[in-house]
């Protein structure tokens, strides 16, 4: 059974930064993009960033140049190094990787960890 899990989170002050990682374990065959998103109250899951198998990366606007997404493959794991943290930045963030399971099926499906909590006080 494949199971995607988050670490990191916390309560920080605005300024502050935390490290949060997801670690994904089960019968793996690759994996493709893996990606941060997050969901403050009240609103929709939003991007945050993702990383390509070949390192490539995007951000949304809003964390551009404070955030920093990593990967190492051999461990079967990604990172949100977030920096400069802000009060908006207060939700829960989720990891998401396309994996595939199986050599014999060239397909890669979703899959979502449960999501941590980060809060950024004033």
């Known amino acids: 059974q494949v199971q995607l899990v988050e670490s990191g989170g916390g309560l920080v002050q605005a300024g502050g930064s935390l490290r949060l990682s997801c670690v994904a374990s089960g019968s793996i065959f690759s994996i493709g993009v893996m990606g941060w998103y997050r969901q403050a109250p009240g609103k929709q899951r939003e991007p945050v960033a993702d990383i390509t198998s070949g390192g490539n990366t995007n951000y949304a606007d809003s964390v551009k140049g404070r955030f920093t997404i990593s990967r190492d493959n051999a461990k079967k794991t990604v990172y949100l190094q977030m920096n400069s943290l802000k009060p908006e930045d207060t939700a829960v963030y989720y990891c998401?990787?396309?994996?595939?399971?199986?050599?014999?099926?060239?397909?890669?499906?979703?899959?979502w960890g449960q999501g941590t909590q980060v809060t950024v006080s004033s």
């Open positions: 998401k990787m396309k994996l595939r399971l199986s050599w014999t099926r060239p397909v890669e499906d979703d899959y």
